[in-house]
């Protein structure tokens, strides 16, 4: 059978692993899909990449600046698009649909972002768009989800998806470095892009965690309706102290389905250092899902680089070559449910949300001042698991107090903390982490 024909817009970090292990694994890759995959067309805006590439592939290979070229060219049956951002990668996958072909991306804002109309506009064209270098580069998290717990009832997912903020808080923790110099370390080493926003503030997380919550609950991409907090502003301090207390502070996406609705956040969270989650360091990722049938599951990997992300490009790539000719209503859904069994269960607000806290006060060092902490806390229903009392390095007359409660609703702490943070005697402004058990 002839091979498949694949457009790769995009010579970047991701565009090149992919061409490399399609080339170095194309044996293999041909056993598995039945059929050779083979590059038709690339496109690149920068041309001295393209110059580079095009001595690589040779002339039978064209490589074009304009990426219309490439999904106006009616060989091509699927375009692999690998440059990110959301124009003009939108308006090519767009293109590509309508024009009849299969779409393979990595494009995680893309799709939490404009996942509704795109997916509409596949289906409607009977074409698939593969997305698993989209969420945790090489970890098939997508297929895991989508496929291999599709007899479950999924009940929550927590992940570390974002390698960058996991690099820097485990430096933090290890060296007892601040956030900032942390940051321009990671900077230097080239672990955290020159305008890192996007990981440190959480978005990069929340983009992947949107996908992942859409296809473990059934509902439709609502980035939109996330809870965003990233870790610029943590501070070593509360990281020596959730250490004391036996956690570790870990940026984590978390999407739990409940009564009411679904949460759907990403924040820096307290967790039990015991848990093997709790473990992951350095820039890698790991996913935990919890679900009825087979109970807690552990995904762990390589979450960004050249080979890991491109292996889950080439997965892709196979999945859709074995699909190629098989009729569109017996594919795999592109959110594991058909499109009439959608769920509109709402997501819910942060006031809603149900999780524990850490809290830390700097207080002043006089009776009475822990009671009247307390007071606040059970007039709002909330109960403590443990406190914790230090010198805060300030002198006498003040001190850090730490206070571990078990789970309320968010709405009711956050009445708590304004109530506790009009006391004369809580000097500094509350920092407030949420805890999660992970049991
Ligand atoms: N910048 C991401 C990370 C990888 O640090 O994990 C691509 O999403």
């Not at 991306?105 to 506009?121: R, V």
């Not at 789970?407 to 005697?425: F, H, S, Y």
Request: a negative charge.
């Amino acid at each position: 059978m002839k091979a498949i024909q694949v457009g790769l817009i995009g010579l970047g970090t991701v565009g090149a692993g992919t061409f490399h292990v399609l080339q170095r694994n194309q044996a293999e890759i041909r056993g598995r899909a039945g059929r050779g995959i083979e590059i038709a067309m690339v496109s690149a805006r920068n041309a001295e990449r393209a110059k580079a590439y095009q001595a690589i592939v040779g002339d039978g290979v064209p490589c074009v600046g304009d990426a219309q070229q490439l999904v106006n060219n009616p060989d091509i049956d699927i375009v692999v698009e690998l440059i990110g951002g959301i124009e003009p990668a939108r308006s090519l996958v767009l293109q590509a649909i309508a024009n009849g072909k299969h779409v393979v991306t990595a494009n995680k804002a893309l799709l939490a972002l404009h996942g509704t109309e795109i997916f509409e506009a596949a289906r409607e064209k009977g074409v698939v768009v593969a997305f698993e270098a989209a969420v945790a580069g090489g970890i098939p998290i997508i297929k895991a989800l989508r496929e291999g717990l599709t007899a479950n009832r999924i009940e929550w997912i927590a992940g570390i998806i974002n390698g960058t903020t996991n690099f820097i808080l485990s430096e933090m923790r290890g060296k007892g470095l601040d956030f900032a110099t942390v940051l321009k370390e990671a900077q230097r080493l080239g672990y955290a892009e020159s305008d890192p926003t996007f990981d440190i503030e959480g978005v990069d997380a929340a983009h992947k965690l949107t996908l992942m919550s859409a296809i473990a609950f059934g509902v439709p991409v609502q980035f939109d309706r996330a809870h965003v907090e990233g870790i610029s502003s943590l501070q070593a301090t509360d990281i020596k102290y959730a250490e004391q207390l036996g956690y570790r502070i870990k940026l984590l996406g978390i999407t739990r389905r409940r009564q009411e609705g679904i949460e759907l956040r990403v924040h820096p969270t307290l967790i039990p250092s015991s848990r093997l989650i709790a473990n992951v360091e350095g820039a890698m990722n790991a996913v935990v899902v919890q679900a009825d049938a087979v109970g807690t599951t552990l995904y762990y990997g390589k979450g960004a680089g050249a080979e890991p992300t491109a292996s889950a490009v080439v997965a892709d790539l196979v999945d859709v070559t074995r699909l190629h000719t098989a009729d569109p209503d017996h594919r795999v859904p592109h959110l594991a449910f058909q499109p009439d069994a959608m769920s509109d269960t709402p997501i819910l607000e942060m006031a809603d949300v149900h999780t524990a806290f850490y809290l830390r006060l700097v207080v002043a060092d006089q009776p009475g001042v822990l009671s009247r902490i307390t007071t606040i806390l059970a007039e709002h229903d909330i109960s403590i698991d443990a406190v914790l009392q230090r010198e805060s390095g300030e002198g006498e007359r003040q001190t850090d107090l730490i206070i571990l409660t078990h789970d309320t609703v968010e709405g009711r702490m956050n009445e708590a903390l304004a109530k506790m943070q009009g006391l004369p005697t809580v000097l500094a402004p509350i920092v407030r982490i949420r805890k999660e058990e992970l049991a």
